[in-house]
């Protein structure tokens, strides 16, 4: 097995990777902030030590766009790194870079990537370097770019958008850490970049529409927009709440993008492309089986004080049986679910979703009567004025789950 040394471990793809690579038995080294580290800065005494390659991941965002070359951390941090390695008698290393690389890409990101693969290739580590440019990114936890997509398709079945028409080439993040353990471990000669990315292509717009198609949604209808109008959107996202927040660097990337044939590099990788549909909607209903579990626990921990693992299986059988899994409740909710009390509706609004299910919770509670201690009156008269307080919030906000 392996010794890797790994930066941006924390990051998506690190993420991933890091899990990808100790499950094959590899041993991992962490290389950031953890250890004292950052992009540009000296790596601590002793970390290549018995290392056979480096998989550069990290990037710093904090780079203006126009802001001068030596000004750029990313750059001078890449070569710093990958030549420290090379002295150190590392074997490989390799950078993960992107299909949005070019010298006139649209966005800082993809210019930046250009430039470290252009100095990477002239410099004293030159020999070791391998290149992955990697494509759109999906899969495993719902951040990052893949994230952000699948809230925006999911959002409204009326979707302002630019560059529907661009192609653009799905990836599993799962078969991305394949291939960059195979680049990191194997002898493949270095040159020209492997491309991780998808050999057929789709447009945004068809991609976008898959993506709302397995969170099992109906159709999306696109309003275009110009350029100019949607990073204008994306800067006001900063101020609007309960929207996601949409980085004008990400749609710039957007609509500068290019395919780039990946057939030969995945020959090379002996990488297969999974159908991204058929993996997402495994993934997400593998998921949703995981949220019904915990709704159902939310649910009885906010009426009992706690939920047995037993008893919230039933309720999370009773729900899905009777179509109100999954009632949608929020990360915040499951984790305090006291919060529920800020959207129960009226006992009159016996139609509504959460009321059902709070209905159906209160059954497999009195099921489980003699195990759940009794309350006594003076109890009973601080739910009662706690209800009466909360009436006017609840009118306002039962809304949501409904």
């Not at 580590?125 to 951040?143: E, K, N």
Request: aromatic fraction near 6%.
């Amino acid at each position: 097995m392996a010794r890797l040394l790994i930066t941006g471990s924390t990051g998506y793809i690190g993420g991933e990777l890091v899990a990808l690579a100790r499950a094959e038995g590899h041993d991992v080294v962490e290389l950031g902030r953890a250890a004292g580290w950052r992009i540009g800065a000296p790596v601590p005494a002793g970390m290549f030590d018995g290392v056979d390659a480096v998989i550069h991941l990290a990037h710093s965002w904090a780079v203006e766009d126009g802001a001068p070359e030596a000004a750029n951390p990313n750059i001078e941090g890449a070569v710093r790194l990958a030549e420290a390695a090379a002295d150190a008698g590392v074997k490989r290393f390799v950078f993960a870079s992107s299909t949005s690389s070019r010298p006139n890409a649209l966005n800082v990101y993809g210019r930046t990537k250009f430039r470290i693969e252009e100095h990477l290739s002239r410099s004293t580590a030159a020999a070791g370097v391998r290149i992955a440019r990697i494509g759109l990114v999906y899969g495993g936890p719902r951040t990052a770019m893949y994230g952000l997509m699948l809230k925006l398709a999911g959002l409204s079945p009326v979707l302002p958008m630019i560059g529907l028409s661009r192609e653009v080439q799905p990836i599993h993040v799962e078969e991305v850490g394949k291939g960059l353990l195979t680049l990191a471990l194997s002898d493949l000669q270095s040159g020209d970049p492997f491309i991780l990315a998808s050999a057929g292509k789709m447009t945004f717009g068809t991609w976008l529409r898959l993506l709302r198609r397995v969170q099992g949604r109906g159709g999306l209808i696109f309003l275009p927009v110009p350029i100019a109008l949607a990073l204008l959107a994306c800067r006001m996202t900063a101020f609007v709440p309960l929207i996601p927040t949409v980085d004008p660097e990400r749609v710039l990337g957007l609509a500068g993008a290019a395919p780039m044939e990946s057939a030969a590099s995945l020959t090379r990788l002996g990488l297969t492309i999974g159908d991204p549909e058929t993996r997402l909607s495994a993934e997400l209903h593998r998921d949703q089986g995981d949220t019904a579990l915990a709704e159902a626990s939310a649910l009885l921990t906010y009426l009992t004080g706690r939920a047995e693992e037993a008893s919230a299986e039933r309720l999370a059988e009773a729900l899905r049986r009777e179509h109100l899994s999954p009632i949608g409740l929020s990360e915040r909710i499951i984790k305090s679910p006291a919060l529920i009390a800020l959207y129960e509706p009226p006992a009159t609004r016996q139609d509504h979703r959460l009321a059902r299910a709070l209905y159906l919770a209160d059954l497999v509670r009195e099921a489980e009567v003699d195990r759940v201690a009794s309350h006594g009156f003076f109890y009973s008269l601080v739910t009662a004025a706690v209800d009466i307080c909360l009436l006017p919030v609840r009118l306002i906000l039962s809304g949501r789950y409904r």
